[in-house]
């Protein structure tokens, strides 16, 4: 077991810049129930586990710790790491996985693309919403928030390590499945409740202030909304993935 020090403070710390975590191709993941997950879950090849002794003695008693990776800190010293800034005992600093494109997961499946999704906590959401859903794979344009930003992680609540996250333009996505359906979601459109059914394709969802690109615009299958009832200007970019996907998803099923 090592011992905290300045110099993997420094490191740890420049995981939350996305430029880092791109050139040492890793990540930071928070909290007991995470980092619990991610050891349990052996999807991801860890470098550190970060915590405070008492984490430490109690997660010994539920999951096999590798000893050479564990390093015991101060639970002041963690605080001070954290993007969440109270109640953390543990961090986990992971390997990235590969953001190549797995058609396999899309072809002939409902897949996700986020259009320049920008927001964090929505693109965690969303991963969590794929994975409720039983979706394998959501895929992000370049301009969106990265999969591996901290809050992206926390908010996807685990389901980062059972859905598969690629980065793609739209347009390589496009080439590489012809007659694949693209359901674009918009603010005006067709109902999403006005097919009895629909064939499994990748839906598309916005940025959060100006909605779908042009060029998605032009070269989706279909341009799908969610009927406006009452006042409300817009709707949260993860809370509308919930309700297309459920619509959607549900309807394929049938």
Sequence with gaps: MREWSSSLQKYVRSLNIPKFRKNYGKFLAEGDKICAEIISNASFDIEYIIATQSWI?????????????????SE??????????????VLIVANKKSENLNIPLIKGQFSIYLDDVQDPGNVGSIIR?????????????????????????QASMGSFLRVSMCTADFQDVYEHIP???????????????????????TIIIGNEGKGISEQVRETATEILSIPKIGAAESLNAAVACGIVISSIVNRGFE
Excluded: C
Excluded at 132 to 150: C, E, H, K, L, T
């Design 57 to 73: 003695d109690n997660a010994s008693k539920d999951i096999t710790l590798d000893r050479d990776k564990v390093i015991r800190i």
């Design 76 to 89: 002041k010293d963690l605080i001070a790491l954290s993007n969440q800034r109270s109640g953390i005992q």
């Design 129 to 153: 919403i794929a994975d409720w859903f039983g979706i394998q794979s959501v895929i992000r344009s370049r301009n969106s928030a990265d999969f591996y930003n901290p809050k992206v992680i």
């Design 179 to 201: 007659n694949h359906p693209f359901y674009a979601t918009a603010m005006y459109g067709e109902s999403i409740f006005a097919k009895p059914e629909y064939i499994p394709g």
